[in-house]
Nanobody, 128 residues
Framework: QVQLVESGGGLVQAGGSLRLSCVAS????????VGWFRQAPGKEREFVTS????????TYADSVKGRFISSRDNAKNTVYLQMNSLQPEDTAVYYC?????????????????????WGQGTQVTVSS
C-alpha cells in the first residue's frame, strides 16, 4: 500500500503562485509515475500533469503548460507542483496520484485509470 498526502493549497490572488507537495509513505519503492489532477465544483476531475519515476519525463495539460512545473525528490518521497500565474479558473481541489510499478506501466500517464493510489486532495482557490 502507498499513502499520499497533499499539502500547500490555499487562497491566492490572480497572478500569484503556490507550491503543492505530495508526500508518499508505505511501499514507496514501488511508486512509478505520479500525477496531479484537479476537480472544480460541478466539473469532472481533470488531468494536470504527470512525472515519471526518475523525473526525466513530464507531460502537462495544455491549460497549465508554461505556468505549472512538476518535480520530484525521491529521497524525500515527495512530488511538487509549482503553480505560477494562477488564474481563477485554476480554482479546484488538487489531487496527487501514483502508479504502482509493474510490467507495462507507463512512464507518465494522463488518464486516471492508470493510477492506483490517490491522496485526499488540497483546495486551491484563486481570487480575481
Amino acid at each position: 500500500q502507498v499513502q499520499l498526502v497533499e499539502s500547500g493549497g490555499g487562497l491566492v490572488q490572480a497572478g500569484g503562485s503556490l507550491r503543492l507537495s505530495c508526500v508518499a509513505s508505505g511501499r514507496t519503492f514501488s511508486v512509478g509515475a505520479v500525477g496531479w489532477f484537479r476537480q472544480a465544483p460541478g466539473k469532472e476531475r481533470e488531468f494536470v500533469t504527470s512525472i515519471s519515476r526518475s523525473g526525466g519525463s513530464t507531460t502537462y495539460a495544455d491549460s497549465v503548460k508554461g505556468r505549472f512545473i512538476s518535480s520530484r525528490d525521491n529521497a524525500k518521497n515527495t512530488v511538487y507542483l509549482q503553480m505560477n500565474s494562477l488564474q481563477p479558473e485554476d480554482t479546484a481541489v488538487y489531487y496527487c496520484a501514483a502508479v504502482l510499478m509493474r510490467l507495462g506501466t507507463p512512464q507518465v500517464s494522463r488518464t486516471m485509470d492508470s493510477y492506483d493510489y490517490w491522496g485526499q486532495g488540497t483546495q486551491v482557490t484563486v481570487s480575481s
